[in-house]
């Protein structure tokens, strides 16, 4: 069984910045690969970033990529998704998730083995 937990959600003004942490429970976290998802109010999750076991191999969304990063500290059972210039569209319950299998096509939800309850993250305009 794994553990997540997210942190670092808040109120950001447009054009900010935020860094999302991650923290598993599990000490098999390298054997995991992670990803971050969002949902917004009235709309489905979506897929944001997604990052290998080993840190090697990363998948961006075309919406966030460019301004949206993910790395991951093994040692630390960590997770991070770094935030920049954020948009009011932004807005929304962010989510990491483990897959014990690479999601091979597409990081679509129903791949992902484990859910971190979310945290919110709200950008004004």
């Known amino acids: 069984q794994v553990q997540l937990v997210e942190s670092g959600g808040g109120l950001v003004q447009a054009g900010g910045s935020l860094r999302l942490s991650c923290a598993a429970s599990?000490?098999?976290?390298?054997?995991?690969?992670m990803g971050w998802f969002r949902q917004a109010p009235g709309k489905e999750r979506e897929f944001l970033a997604g990052?290998?076991?080993?840190?090697?191999?990363?998948n961006y969304a075309v919406s966030v990529k460019g301004r949206f990063t993910i790395s991951r500290a093994n040692t630390e059972n960590t997770v991070y998704l770094q935030m920049n210039s954020l948009k009011p569209e932004d807005t929304a319950t962010y989510y990491c998730?483990?897959?014990?299998?690479?999601?091979?096509?597409?990081?679509?939800?129903?791949?992902?083995?484990?859910w971190g309850k979310g945290t919110l993250v709200t950008v004004s305009s």
């Open positions: 990052i290998s076991g080993s840190g090697g191999v990363t």
């Open positions: 998730a483990a897959a014990s299998l690479w999601p091979t096509g597409d990081w679509s939800s129903r791949k992902m083995d484990y």
């Open positions: 599990v000490r098999t976290f390298r054997t995991y690969h």
